[in-house]
């Protein structure tokens, strides 16, 4: 069983940065992906980054945001910057996609985090 637990979160002004990270524990092999969402109150859970060989972003943090792994300590980064009121939310992260293809999907990932809050205001 793989755990994984976010911290980082918390209160910044619009146009300052954040570093989120997440710690996985329990047994994995081989390689894999590992993403990070972020659901606001109302709204759906929607990706924002993924990362394997390489690294895919949603068109809204582009630019902004920027996802790492440091794997000797099985850990996923996500740097925010330049961060807008509209990256309010609770942000998540996941591994074990079944279909890279469909990373964009919530229901593709098998383990998630208990979330950290990120809200952006002045």
């Known amino acids: 069983e793989v755990q994984l637990v976010e911290s980082g979160g918390g209160l910044v002004q619009p146009g300052g940065s954040l570093k989120l990270s997440c710690v996985q524990s329990?047994?994995?092999?081989?390689?894999?992906?590992m993403a990070w969402f972020r659901q606001a109150p109302g709204n759906q859970r929607e990706a924002v980054a993924v990362?394997?060989?390489?690294?895919l972003y949603a068109d809204s943090v582009k630019g902004r945001f920027t996802i790492s792994r440091d794997t000797a300590k099985k850990t996923l980064y996500l740097q925010m910057d330049s961060l807008k009121p509209e990256d309010t939310a609770t942000y998540y992260c996941?591994?074990?996609?079944?279909?890279?293809?469909?990373?964009?999907?919530?229901?593709?990932?098998?383990?998630w985090g208990q979330g950290t809050q990120v809200t952006v205001s002045s």
């Open positions: 996941a591994s074990h996609v079944r279909e890279f293809a469909s990373w964009f999907r919530a229901d593709e990932w098998s383990y």
């Open positions: 990362i394997d060989l390489g690294a």
């Open positions: 329990g047994y994995t092999a081989g390689r894999y992906s």
